[in-house]
């Protein structure tokens, strides 16, 4: 296997058959640990060394020690202790299926655990290979806490960059509306054109921003993912067998989710500046700027509305829940109020608007039972009243809101504290005393 994956073969529990050249007597340590020298030979050390206390519990001496019933493992730093003591001390039974007999029976599903050293001095046990798996998955877990660093800088100044596209559109569509008015015959063609081609180009840069965030937070491109891609390959090429299943707890969904959560709402500003922008058309340019530049988006961001909605709810995000059925509910409202959508019974229209606000109902239950959720209630509001008709749609956001991402942004810069939330994800939690809240950034 690569040697980022924690191994996944069983360790050997019987005492080293080796000899130790220097004297002639058989090897204290385990089958497959390193040898030690003759000073730590049970029959040739020092009193000080066989003085040792191998065992934690039972206060065993190196000197009393039955090393054919509990051999001794020899650390780099210098210090040793019984098998049986470290195994207990490195928390073997979490990695290992241990019979009732102490044998070990195989690995277990792959589970984090914390990075331990040394019992007497801290020092790194990494190069031990009895704990090969109880290590390396101690350094993914670090791996993780790292790259949840990392793409908190990164969702910091994508929230910063959203803004200020949102800004740039609204700008965009509020400038061509006043140039158009200021001009009693309107604009020449060429110059609408050129408009329009200057917030085509616009959209694509502010979609790009985003589509670049979800892709570096992937699963693909976090440690837990990245060693479940070399498993899946040395399978693949190599035909190895290998023990490397994964809770779906230890990959970090919450920045992913986000991240399409976010292009959502530029796509949402995109779309609803650019209805703005093409008002002052002609009917049958505003009919063909909508199959060309609305309808193809609309749709791709209905589905993606479904499936943050699905990832949402697999890894039990409140917030993504409520986004997301907010923002599909805002995309059909967009789709309703279109020309084309003319064409639809009103019996189709009905059942669309009776869905949506079935949706935002749901959102208003979730904000109830979880607090955390309720700077969302504005954006649940505006979404129901643009489906009753409401021509009108405010980009600012509510104080709480920013209070809310002010504070993921001061926190990601080192402020808050690790913890395992109940669903078993690492995260960092912190509380706000004004909003009487917990904030927890996944």
Same mark, same amino acid.
């Given at each position: ?296 988006? +609309? @749709?791709?961001? /209905?589905? &993606?509305?479904?499936? *943050? ?5 697999? $890894?039990?995000? =409140? ?57 969302? +209630? @504005?954006?649940? /509001?505006? &979404?129901?009243?643009? *489906? ?5 749609? $405010?980009?600012? =956001? ?45």
């Amino acid at each position: 296997m690569p040697c980022a994956v924690p191994c996944d073969l069983i360790p050997c529990s019987v005492r080293c058959e080796k000899i130790i050249p220097e004297c002639g007597h058989r090897c204290p340590s385990i089958c497959g640990e390193v040898c030690p020298g003759k000073d730590r030979c049970q029959q040739c050390a020092s009193n000080n060394v066989l003085d040792r206390v191998l065992d934690l519990i039972m206060f065993t001496t190196y000197r009393e020690a039955n090393l054919d019933e509990d051999p001794v493992i020899f650390l780099s730093c210098g210090h040793f202790y019984s098998v049986e003591t470290l195994d207990g001390h490195m928390d073997l039974k979490n990695t290992y299926f241990i019979g009732e007999d102490g044998a070990i029976m195989g690995p277990k599903s792959f589970a984090r655990s914390e990075m331990k050293g040394c019992p007497d001095c801290r020092a790194p046990l990494r190069n031990i290979h009895r704990y090969n798996r109880v290590v390396k998955g101690a350094l993914l877990d670090e791996a993780t806490k790292r790259f949840m660093a990392y793409a908190g800088e990164l969702q910091t100044k994508l929230l910063k960059d959203v803004e200020e596209k949102e800004n740039k559109l609204e700008d965009l569509a509020n400038e061509f509306v006043l140039a158009f008015t200021a001009s009693e015959d309107g604009l020449p063609v060429t110059k609408v054109q050129t408009r329009l081609q200057e917030y085509r180009s616009a959209a694509t840069q502010a979609e790009s921003i985003t589509t670049r965030f979800v892709q570096s937070v992937s699963k693909a491109e976090q440690p837990y993912g990245k060693v479940t891609s070399m498993v899946m390959d040395a399978r693949r090429r190599r035909n190895v067998t290998a023990s490397f299943d994964l809770d779906n707890t230890v990959i970090q969904h919450g920045f992913e989710l986000r991240g399409r959560s976010y292009h959502l709402r530029i796509t949402w500003a995109i779309l609803w500046n650019f209805k703005v922008l093409i008002a002052k058309l002609a009917p049958e340019a505003v009919e063909e700027q909508w199959k060309i530049f609305v309808s193809p988006r +609309l @749709e791709k961001a /209905k589905e &993606a509305s479904i499936e *943050l909605l699905k990832k949402a709810e697999s $890894s039990k995000s =409140s917030q993504q829940q409520i986004e997301s059925m907010v923002y599909h509910a805002q995309f059909r409202a967009l789709e309703l109020s279109s020309s084309t959508s003319s064409a639809m019974t009103d019996a189709d229209r009905a059942h669309i608007l009776a869905s949506e606000r079935n949706n935002l109902d749901k959102c208003y239950l979730i904000i109830a039972t979880q607090p955390s959720t309720r700077y969302l +209630l @504005e954006d649940v /509001k505006k &979404a129901r009243g643009l *489906l009753g008709g409401v021509n009108f749609y $405010s980009f600012v =956001s509510s104080e709480e809101k920013k209070q809310i991402y002010a504070a993921m942004a001061t926190e990601f810069r080192g402020t808050g504290h690790w913890y395992y939330c109940q669903n078993g994800h690492p995260v960092c939690g912190f509380p706000d005393l004004k909003l009487n809240i917990t904030i927890v950034v996944y």
